[in-house]
């Protein structure tokens, strides 16, 4: 099956800084590519929708200077988180769709947990 | 919002056969119905998808009804390593082109 590689796993960080984090689909061309937060014993919350060059499209209350997505190719989306503060601490998910199909399934990476001091 | 309704959570023994059941009244002819399994800091997995009646792998099994408004993901003889977090998704995006993921069902099996 496709694979998306998702990293850094876990990163510590101190408040202020910024924090990038890759996700590439190795064995396909992702068209599309989600990004998703999860607080603990919650469910995903999606926060952007990147689609190979063009501006990321951000759900309600994201922000988006803050949460910087870049889907340069069509195998690799970043999000970078500038200026991490402790509210920021969470886990990052990214997941890549092949083809345009409303019923494409999804391929997620292994997720990155953010801590933030 | 999501489209999609399931229980909070489930309790079963191992070597038991899990249904979870999934409500999607709102189902639109396209969509199809996927499942995910999701562990503890990791990200969901695919585990099966289906549009109609029976769909079996060598996961599990996804019923169907005619009308379509609910689902039922099987999973035979459970074992501790299923305990995980499952979520049922209708179509993969809603009318404005997103994918939400609703609270998802957590299995906790016991020995």
């Known amino acids: 099956g496709a694979v998306v590689s998702q990293h850094p796993s876990w990163v510590i960080c101190k408040s202020g800084t910024s924090v990038k984090i890759e996700c590439r689909s190795l064995?396909?061309?992702?068209?599309?590519m989600f990004w998703y937060r999860q607080f603990p014993k919650q469910s995903l919350m999606l926060m952007a929708t990147?689609?190979?060059?063009?501006?990321?499209?951000?759900e309600q209350g994201v922000e988006k200077d803050k949460f910087l997505i870049n889907h340069a190719s069509l195998t690799l989306s970043t999000l970078t988180v500038t200026s991490a503060h402790p509210e920021d601490s969470s886990f990052y998910i990214c997941s890549a769709q092949q083809g345009g199909s409303t019923n494409e399934k999804l391929f997620f990476g292994s997720g990155t947990q953010l801590s933030v001091l | 919002l999501a489209k999609t309704t399931q229980p909070i959570s489930m309790d079963s023994y191992e070597g038991q056969e899990v249904n979870i059941t999934c409500s999607h009244n709102n189902i639109a002819t396209n969509d199809y119905i996927t499942w995910y399994q999701q562990f503890p800091s990791q990200g969901p997995r695919f585990i099966i998808q289906g549009y109609k009646t029976k769909v079996t792998n060598e996961v599990a099994s996804l019923f169907i009804p005619a009308d379509r408004k609910s689902s039922t993901l099987s999973l035979p003889r459970v074992s501790l390593s299923d305990t995980a977090v499952y979520y049922c998704?209708?179509?993969?995006?809603?009318?404005?082109?997103?994918?939400?993921f609703g609270k998802g069902t957590r299995l906790h099996i016991l020995p």
């Open positions: 998704l209708v179509g993969d995006r809603d009318r404005d082109d997103k994918i939400i």
């Open positions: 990147s689609n190979e060059g063009s501006k990321a499209t951000y």
């Open positions: 064995d396909f061309q992702a068209t599309t």
